[in-house]
């Protein structure tokens, strides 16, 4: 923790030195970038030594390009660190002033000693005029202004340290090849990523306004290099949010085996003592839990595709029992329909769920895209699977709180759908075409998220619904007209109305064809059977009028519906 007298002894001109000593090093490294290019295997060098050679080139301008970055980034944050710092030693500098002004002092340790040595409250005790303020007014100043200036001291360090440690540890990201010139670029935009401070806990659109708050410069760096917390944070952009999540699964990987590694030496020793075995018991459950966060890892990453980049990672939380994730098809910032899929009993990312339903959600975005430009407005489709509260697992019935029976799970859901929900509308200029959906119990989530304010969804679609917690539409904030269920035959779980009304019978929901049906172009469409949302005769299975029907809401076209009695 910084002290006063830490303060007084920062020297900011040694700062000014260390920028201007890295920048000239960062230059010369930057001048390699010829030497680097024209150095590599002459093309008619062939042969295990010529593909030896290459190797180390190719090794040795990584390694170039890692310390170009490290520097680069270092030095952006001093650049930022020193203004930190002599704002730091301005204010002090201001309140040992005006503690000198009314006979007070600010000690090395933070206290404030009245120089004039008042004792307040003793036997007989009586303030004049002018010791009653400095001693109510004066002297509370005092404190709340070294408060103030410490905790400012510690974040400029905090900030600070970290970019020393990252660079000292060889954590931060390079880039796929590209020149050193780019890797100073990129350097740069960590050093000044890392030093911007996460804005006090807020709505999705309070995380918007500060957002939209930081100058240009920051906001680009943030997009070249975002801190990790920015991943998960709704009303901030998606293509930050997936940038943040992807460059920290590296990371979360080597926490959680840091994690597994440490539960399985201990489990390797003896558990002494009557409660031995049940708290062995309990160190299995919870390597249990971290081996199945990082089956997670697998599967997030299989979605994502080799390179990262062919779907877009909007959450990523592995507090919590289970790991959760939501993932995006298409661009979430610039489509004009963007529907968010939940999922209910035994979804888990860890179960293979995430793949699954991104499969199936892909399919219903490409249909949707296509609805779109044949009879809509032409806009974008992108869809989201977003498994993003922990789903009711079989094993789980006889718990209350995690039960599938119990609303428990999507109550606690709800809130974070809900801010999610809120989080892509702040997160624009322009006002997407917004559609939730939801299967099974995840529809019960959606009804819960969707009776929260402001959430500005334009259309929601539940499948095989067990019920939305809600006993009339009314209590759903999505325009009239626009909430729309979908119940095969065959399915036991749409018919319980476990949660609210059964929605096939609730007054303004409009129900929707399951069965064979052509649509209004000309598709034979077949039925669906049973709660699934795959397997064929699935909601979400192509071919199915279950699915087609769910296209042409996503895609803004509700009136091209085959009705339940179509």
């Known amino acids: ?109 933070g206290r404030i000693e009245d120089l004039e040595h008042v004792v307040v409250g003793g036997p007989g005790s009586r303030l004049d005029e002018e010791d009653r303020y400095r001693i109510q007014q004066v002297r509370p100043d005092l404190v709340d202004r070294v408060e103030r200036l410490l905790a400012q001291a510690d974040d400029a360090d905090a900030e600070l340290t970290k970019v020393l440690r990252d660079a000292d540890l060889n954590l931060m990201e390079t880039g796929e090849g590209g020149s050193l010139a780019d890797a100073a670029a990129l350097g740069d935009a960590h050093g000044l990523a890392e030093t911007v401070e996460p804005p006090p806990p807020g709505t999705p659109a309070d995380n918007a306004r500060w957002w939209e708050s930081l100058p240009a410069e920051t906001r680009a760096a943030m997009a070249e290099a975002p801190p990790p917390w920015l991943g998960n944070m709704d009303g901030i952009p998606a293509t930050i ?53 990082l089956k997670s890892l697998d ?104 039960s599938v029976a119990s609303a428990s799970a999507a109550k606690r859901g709800a809130e974070d759908l809900a801010d999610f929900y809120r989080g892509i509308n702040a997160s624009r200029q322009d006002d997407p075409h917004l559609v939730a959906l939801g299967h099974s119990y995840g529809s019960t989530t959606t009804g819960y998220a969707l009776q929260r304010e402001n959430v500005n969804v334009d259309d929601a679609v539940v499948m095989g619904s067990p019920g939305m917690g809600a006993s009339h539409h009314s209590q759903i904030n999505t325009p009239e007209g626009h909430l729309y269920n979908l119940e095969s035959d065959g399915d036991p779980v749409a018919d319980f109305g476990r949660f609210g009304s059964d929605p096939s019978n609730m007054p303004g929901v409009d129900n929707l064809s399951t069965h064979e049906s052509v649509s209004p172009d000309g598709q034979e469409l077949a039925r669906s059977v049973g709660h699934g949302t795959g397997g064929g005769t699935g909601y979400l299975d192509r071919g199915t009028t279950s699915q087609y029907n769910v296209s042409v809401v996503v895609a803004g076209v509700p009136e091209r519906t085959v009705g339940a009695k179509g």
């Open 1 to 109: 923790m910084t002290t006063i007298a830490n303060i007084r002894q920062w020297k900011p001109a040694l700062l000014d030195e260390a920028i201007d000593d890295l920048k000239r090093e960062e230059d010369r490294l930057v001048r390699l970038d010829d030497e680097l290019a024209t150095s590599g295997k002459p093309a008619e060098w062939q042969g295990e030594a010529a593909k030896a050679a290459e190797d180390r080139h190719r090794d040795l301008g990584e390694k170039l390009r890692e310390l170009v970055v490290e520097v680069a980034a270092v030095r952006r944050a001093l650049i930022e660190n020193v203004d930190e710092v002599q704002a730091v030693q301005r204010q002090l500098a201001e309140a040992d002033s005006l503690a000198s002004s009314y006979r007070f002092r600010i000690c090395d340790d």
């Open 241 to 293: 949010r997936h940038t943040a999540n992807v460059n920290r699964l590296d990371d979360e990987r080597v926490m959680l085996q840091a994690q597994a590694a440490q539960l399985r030496a201990k489990m390797d020793k003896p558990y002494p003592g009557p409660g031995g075995r049940f708290n062995k018991s309990l160190d299995q459950a919870e390597l249990d839990r971290v081996d199945a966060k």
């Open 299 to 402: 599967e997030i990453e299989k979605v994502l595709g080799p390179e990262r980049d062919q779907r877009q990672l909007l959450v990523m939380d592995s507090s919590g029992e289970r790991m959760k994730a939501a993932v995006a098809t298409g661009d979430v910032d610039t489509a004009k329909h963007v529907a968010v899929f939940t999922p209910g009993l035994e979804s888990a990312v860890e179960k293979g769920s995430l793949t699954d339903y991104d499969r199936a959600i892909e399919q219903l975005r490409a249909d949707a895209q296509l609805q779109s430009r044949q009879y809509g407005d032409g806009g974008a489709v992108a869809a989201v699977t977003w498994i993003g509260y922990e789903a009711p697992q079989l094993e789980e019935i006889p718990d209350p709180s995690h």
